[in-house]
Every structure is written in C-alpha cells, then in structure tokens.
C-alpha cells in the first residue's frame, strides 16, 4: 500500500491519485463520499460544462420516476447495476414506501460504492450488494448474493443508469444487455439512462476528454446507438428520450432545459 492509497472497508485498495466516477458522481450530487482528487476534478467538470450537476439530479429524477413505475406495474424485484454510492432516494427506499417486501441486489465495481452501500444495508434484509463488474454479465447472474434475493421466474426491474456509457464499444454494451435480458422473465422491465453525443456535442467532447485524461474514458453515444440497447425489449413510450421528457411529474419542467440535457433514457419491456 502506499502513501497515495487507502485500504477499502469492502475490499482491494482506493487509489487517491485520480478520481473515480462513482466519487465524481457523489460529488455533482453535493454528496460527502468524495476525496480532494475527486472535488478538484469536479470542479473542473462542472467550469467546463456547468449544467452537469442539473444533468446528474435529473438522472437520479429519472431513476425514482423508473422505481415507481415499475412498482406500479407490479414490479418487486430490482438489479440495480452501476448503482453507485447511495444518496437521497435509494431504489429499495423507494420501492419499499410502495411495498416493504421489495427486494433489491446493488452492483457496482467501485469498492468505496460497495463499501458505502454494506454499510447502509447492515441489518436489512431482501437487499444486498455486490461488488462486481457488469461486462461479466453471467458472473452477476450466477452470484450467490443475485440468486438468494432475486427470483428469475418473476418480472424484474433491471436497471442499468449512467453507467453504459462507461463501457466501450469493444465490451459490446448492446450484446451485454442482451445476456442480461436472456435470464428475465416476460413483464421484466429495462431502465437505461445513457450519456449523449449528440445534444451538446461540443461540452459532450469536452466532458469525454477530461475523464479520458484521468484514465477513466466514457463513450458518450447518440440517439439510435441508445436505441440499439433495447433491441429485444418493447420500447415503451415515450421512447429514448432526454431525462427531463421521460414522463415529467410535472408539466412545469423548463422547455430550454429539458432539450439541452445531455443524457437520454428509456424503459423497455420483455415480453
Ligand atoms: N446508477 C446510479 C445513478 O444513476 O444514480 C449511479 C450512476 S454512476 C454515474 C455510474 C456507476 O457505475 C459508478 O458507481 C461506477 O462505479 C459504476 N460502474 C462503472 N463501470 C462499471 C462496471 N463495469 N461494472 C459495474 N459498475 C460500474
């Protein structure tokens, strides 16, 4: 271990010479689960593109509007990949408010998420983490902590938000979430929310160089390449669509903004 590193409470080493997502996201979010690295290259992200902290609220918005959808549509059961630290508005807090028998399995490959979550979940049963990653689709179907809370024979709400545009096209985003929709039953629901490239192309670039530059590259994609992700679910309306449009609460989200929010998302059935 060196001076640069510290020992995870969930496992392996957190390396605080360059910052990591999940802490870069906690960071837009106001969180507290961030390291100076992160704050010092937060805040450069957010110089760069100052409606990337709008960006992440609205994913998370979107997040809670997928949760009670789902719920409303009979949905009890959630793998949440790339779920991230927890903040205001967990999914098994949401799903739970509707049914405390709810059941939710966080996975995430960031050891200060993991860690994070364990703590929150300590004593709480139907919900578990996994300290995973989401290329190995069958290892996270196969994990025993996947298997003891979630009952593949019943709908599930799959879940998979600001994470895709973390893997590149090499890994095959589309074929993975094939592999996931493979082990759902009919009714299962997929929930993506995905970066776009081609809403505020320029900022988008801008973004992509700087997460490159620390090591952490993201694929940003467009409009039919986010599309191409449900290929096998039903698309349900209204489609793939920037956050703020996918079925507002409210009729009062501000047109300007809600076409200039960088992040597309979608919900798609199994049938
Ligand atoms: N899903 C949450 C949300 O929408 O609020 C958090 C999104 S955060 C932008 C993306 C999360 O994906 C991070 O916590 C990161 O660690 C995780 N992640 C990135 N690549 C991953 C991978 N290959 N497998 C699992 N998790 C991954």
Same mark, same amino acid.
């Given at each position: 271990?060196?001076?640069?590193?510290?020992?995870?409470?969930?496992?392996?080493?957190?390396?605080?010479?360059?910052?990591?997502?999940?802490?870069?996201? &906690?960071?837009?979010?106001?969180?507290?689960?961030?390291?100076?690295?992160?704050?010092?290259?937060?805040?450069?992200?957010? !110089?760069?593109?100052?409606? =990337?902290? +709008?960006?992440?609220? +609205?994913?998370?918005?979107?997040?809670?509007? +997928?949760?009670?959808?789902?719920?409303?549509?009979?949905?009890?059961?959630?793998? &949440?990949?790339?779920?991230?630290?927890?903040?205001?508005?967990?999914?098994?807090?949401?799903?739970?408010? !509707?049914?405390?028998?709810?059941?939710?399995?966080?996975?995430?490959?960031?050891?200060?998420?993991? !860690?994070?979550?364990?703590?929150?979940?300590?004593?709480?049963?139907?919900?578990?983490?996994?300290?995973?990653?989401?290329?190995?689709?069958?290892?996270?179907?196969?994990?025993?902590?996947?298997?003891?809370? %979630?009952?593949?024979?019943?709908?599930?709400?799959?879940?998979?938000?600001?994470?895709?545009?973390?893997?590149?096209?090499?890994? &095959?985003?589309?074929?993975?979430?094939?592999?996931?929709?493979?082990? =759902?039953?009919?009714?299962?629901?997929?929930? %993506?929310?995905?970066? !776009?490239? &081609?809403?505020?192309?320029?900022?988008?670039?801008?973004?992509?160089?700087?997460? +490159?530059?620390?090591?952490?590259?993201?694929?940003?994609?467009?409009?039919?390449?986010? =599309?191409?992700?449900?290929?096998?679910?039903?698309?349900?309306?209204?489609?793939?669509?920037? =956050?703020?449009?996918?079925?507002?609460?409210?009729?009062?989200?501000?047109?300007?903004?809600?076409?200039?929010?960088?992040?597309?998302?979608?919900?798609?059935?199994?049938?």
């Amino acid at each position: 271990m060196t001076t640069a590193t510290v020992r995870s409470t969930a496992s392996g080493e957190i390396d605080l010479t360059r910052p990591s997502c999940a802490r870069l996201y &906690d960071y837009y979010l106001g969180g507290s689960h961030n390291f100076a690295i992160d704050r010092e290259y937060g805040r450069r992200a957010v !110089a760069q593109w100052p409606r =990337l902290p +709008a960006m992440v609220r +609205a994913n998370r918005d979107f997040l809670r509007r +997928a949760v009670r959808f789902a719920v409303r549509n009979g949905i009890r059961q959630f793998l &949440d990949i790339g779920s991230g630290i927890p903040t205001a508005g967990n999914v098994h807090e949401i799903a739970r408010r !509707a049914d405390p028998g709810a059941r939710v399995v966080y996975v995430d490959i960031d050891p200060v998420a993991v !860690a994070h979550s364990r703590a929150m979940l300590a004593g709480c049963s139907g919900v578990t983490v996994l300290q995973a990653d989401l290329r190995d689709a069958q290892a996270i179907l196969r994990a025993s902590e996947v298997q003891r809370v %979630i009952d593949f024979s019943r709908p599930v709400a799959l879940l998979m938000l600001g994470v895709l545009h973390q893997v590149s096209d090499v890994d &095959d985003p589309s074929g993975l979430v094939e592999e996931y929709h493979d082990a =759902l039953s009919p009714d299962s629901l997929a929930v %993506i929310s995905h970066g !776009a490239n &081609d809403i505020e192309p320029d900022h988008a670039d801008e973004h992509q160089r700087l997460y +490159a530059g620390f090591g952490t590259p993201l694929w940003f994609r467009e409009h039919s390449q986010v =599309l191409d992700l449900f290929a096998g679910f039903e698309l349900l309306e209204p489609g793939v669509v920037p =956050l703020p449009e996918w079925r507002p609460d409210s009729a009062e989200v501000d047109q300007s903004e809600r076409c200039r929010m960088s992040v597309y998302g979608g919900i798609g059935r199994k049938n």
